[in-house]
């Protein structure tokens, strides 16, 4: 951690302040005419020097989008000549693997030094963090020809086979500049989560030494030396690699990363949702992977698909109001066809399944309903008429589910899309709102005859649902470095 006082502490404090009031809506005055309330026995190790401020904050009800951990991350592995030393949970950030790749590439580029857990913490972390770490640490070696890239895992003697869970997030840059913060080195941290980093760059030999010094008890710590060893070890070699090789033969340890699991493609493709640069939205997420793509060309005149489906509703409601058929949906038809029907074993299966089609061609099911009632009596009649009802509401889910989107989205165009999405988005209180839209549009009195739909499936509505950088700069008094211990936990 770094602690600061002075116009750098009174940033945070406004910085805090103001993520509050985004959150909740309420202000928080800031604490005036405070004395110093440095710590007792933490020990300073800067004093007046500069305190940059890099924040991550993604765009959200009008508010910009501010990247300035990922540009300060960048720069200053651009600027880096002999040494960029990392520390981070997380190994994951795109942009920032290509800024290092492209180092690596140099001949006469910085050495790189990471440090990271051995694995995640779980299957599912694993599965995803994990598989996107191994595909970058995969990427970086390969492009490491000059062999200047080192990544390792602290290792201490206890229970738990010497697992260390690396919480830290440090950067350290030769001799010259310094990061602490709370942003991972993951996708994440650059553009979706709010975070904040502060960094120092020396300006005089002072804060270089105190920067060096930082990084070597950082070391010191991992290998089981004291600080003085490493920076010996560091001035005879000239290595920051070649300094933990030689360093590390104790109980306590870094030990290289070198079992990397292969993960399938397209394990690494899903785990890439888990870990965006950006916001996702719905719809975005919905273009993804149902992609709108402009409707072909028809040899048959749209006009003409239109009216064939008018023309085939209305002959299916002639079939049924003016001729013979009309008499055999009569209500006393019906009854009587009912009495005979009851004594079939096969009747309640028949109740069950008549449903479905009914819906197809438009058959009246309240008719169905009223059989039933007549054959099996008010309470088994109407349990097995809501039964199948569910099983007709589930077929044309199923088919919805089945039927080409692409073939749906040539019948109903972009106006079907949006309507899709919509009731996506909306659930079960869209599905009522449309049935309450559509039994309201009705005229009073007029009968409501439902029709079969493959909408919702298709749609891909639940079928609950259907059924019911530039950092800003402050100055700070005094500075404490993150000691170790309290970097990881």
Not at 18 to 42: F, N
Request: charged share 25%; proline share 6%.
């Amino acid at each position: 951690m770094m602690a600061v006082d002075g116009a750098a502490a009174r940033a945070l404090g406004d910085l805090a302040r103001e993520g509050w009031r985004r959150c909740s809506g309420k202000q928080v005055a800031p604490v005036a005419g405070t004395p110093d309330r440095w710590p007792e026995g933490l020990r300073s190790e800067l004093q007046d020097v500069p305190v940059a401020i890099a924040r991550t904050e993604p765009a959200h009800n009008g508010f910009p989008e501010v990247r300035e951990v990922e540009a300060l991350y960048l720069d200053a592995i651009r600027a880096a000549r002999r040494f960029i030393y990392v520390e981070n949970q997380y190994f994951t950030s795109a942009r920032v693997g290509e800024a290092i790749e492209a180092r690596l590439a140099e001949p006469d580029g910085p050495e790189v030094v990471i440090v990271l857990r051995q694995q995640c913490r779980g299957w599912l972390e694993e599965a995803v963090m994990g598989a996107l770490r191994a595909r970058l640490i995969r990427r970086l070696r390969a492009a490491d020809r000059y062999g200047r890239l080192a990544i390792y895992h602290p290792l201490v003697p206890g229970p738990g086979e010497g697992f260390v869970n690396v919480h830290s997030k440090v950067m350290v840059v030769d001799d010259c500049f310094v990061r602490v913060g709370s942003a991972n080195l993951n996708n994440r941290s650059m553009g979706l989560d709010r975070e904040c980093d502060l960094a120092i760059e020396a300006r005089k030999e002072s804060t270089r030494l105190a920067i060096a010094g930082f990084r070597d008890r950082l070391l010191a710590e991992h290998l089981g030396v004291d600080s003085e060893r490493v920076a010996a070890e560091l001035a005879r070699t000239g290595s920051l690699g070649r300094t933990v090789m030689a360093l590390a033969t104790g109980e306590r340890r870094l030990e290289p990363i070198d079992d990397l699991e292969q993960w399938p493609e397209t394990v690494e493709s899903v785990a890439e949702l888990a870990d965006p640069e950006r916001p996702v939205s719905i719809d975005a997420l919905t273009q993804e992977f149902l992609p709108v793509t402009a409707p072909e060309r028809s040899r048959v005149n749209g006009w003409g698909n239109l009216l064939g489906m008018l023309m085939g509703i209305a002959l299916l409601f002639a079939l049924w109001r003016f001729t013979p058929l009309r008499e055999m949906v009569a209500a006393d038809a019906v009854g009587r066809w009912a009495e005979t029907f009851a004594s079939q074993p096969w009747a309640p299966l028949a109740i069950l399944l008549a449903y479905a089609p009914a819906s197809v061609i438009m058959f009246p099911r309240p008719l169905i309903t009223l059989a039933a009632v007549i054959a099996f009596g008010p309470w088994l009649g109407s349990l097995y008429s809501l039964a199948g009802i569910e099983i007709a509401a589930l077929s044309g889910y199923v088919a919805g589910r089945t039927l080409s989107r692409d073939r749906l989205r040539r019948l109903g165009g972009r106006r079907l899309h949006a309507l899709s999405s919509g009731l996506r988005r909306g659930g079960l209180g869209a599905m009522v709102l449309v049935r309450l839209v559509a039994c309201g549009a009705l005229r009073p009195g007029e009968p409501v005859r439902r029709r079969g739909t493959r909408g919702p499936g298709n749609i891909r509505t639940r079928y609950r649902h259907r059924y019911g950088a530039r950092a800003d700069r402050h100055d700070g008094r005094r500075i404490a470095g993150g000691e170790c211990p309290g970097q990881r936990r």
